[in-house]
């Protein structure tokens, strides 16, 4: 049996360059840009107007004039004016290039407009207040977004500001999700009494769409040629499988054998963790494979803690987590595990508190609910002791 750290170094040691595709804007959020952006034209592209009022030349106010003649208006969207006089103004409104010659922008607040004159009754004027000047913010060329961004919506205002209609990102895996288990029934099913309903498989397909993944599902009985047949298949056509279930010491746990028989090399069996200790990982030429326990909560930890980083790195990104809170009361755990222990969170003045609620064990998928996040308590300690910071793991926030 191998320890957590050990299990994820092999499993990062098996990540894979997915390549590139190119996609819609609209479907690039939390997706992972594989191209640098550069500005088109300079951020702003003009002498923009940032307030809605009148466009005078500093000389003309710093000469004692305070009435200026309106000479005409410069909306928004609307090419270009130019003050033909000095002396006189021209009305401007947010977002409109600033007039040929004019130098400040005085706020309608502060000038009271009668008969065509604007009045300004301010003693002090700035050379280009109010005038967001062009190629402030980035010039032409620059580099917006670096490649290897994960892209969020302030990405994505940067994306269609330069007209990116389509943008290159990392390929997505492909993820067959499969579930096995004959006391599995359908969500839509009443199960008898020795049944259940089938869980583990849309909740990581749930797990999965929130890092931006579509992974198609399937449900497989504990049957070994109905699995072997079925897997065949799938292997081929996918670029990851994930299991729940069947990888234990149960009568009808195949998976392991079955893997092993269609040609996949194992690199794993059992880790050292509680929830998922019976986790296998193998990999058959680029498709990987992760195989977790079917108790719902070893599937949905080990989902975060070892096929999220896989997905990162194999996108090119960071993997290392740095999502740390503090245990809020003293917990207990005796065996040599590493135990991922679920924490309800407070924030606290800026610190994250972690309150332990440990629910009763794997199968308790109720007690998930109740909480946010896993605090990853390492092995070889019994004593955790309030106060002490651990890794955390979230599905809720952040
Ligand atoms: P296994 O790993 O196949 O021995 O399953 C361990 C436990 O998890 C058993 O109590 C199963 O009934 C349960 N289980 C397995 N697969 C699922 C699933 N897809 N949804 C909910 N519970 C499951
Ligand atoms: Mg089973």
Redesign the pocket.
Known sequence: MITTEKALEIILNHTEDLGIEEINFKDSLGMVLKEDILADRDFPPFHRASMDGIAITTDAFNSGKRAFKIEGVQAAGSEQLSLKDPENCIEVMTGAMAPVNSDAVIPYELVEITEGIARVSINDIQYFQNIHRKGLDRKEKDLLIAKNTVISAAEIGVLTTVGKTTVKVARNPKVMII???D??VEVDQKPEAYQ?R????HTLVALLERIKIDADSIHIADDKPLLKQKIKAILENYDVLLF?????K?KF?FLPEVLEELGVEKLFHKVRQRPGK?FWFGKKDSTTIFAF????VSTFVSCMKYFYPWVKKSAGIGFENNDFAILAKSFTFKPDLTYFLQVKLENKNGQILAHPVAGHGS?DLANLVDNDAFLELPRGNTLFNQGEVFPLIRYRGN
């Open positions: 579930s096995t288990g006391e599995l259940i089938r869980s583990n498989v729940s279930g069947a990888v234990s149960g746990d019976p326990p079917g108790n719902p199968g």
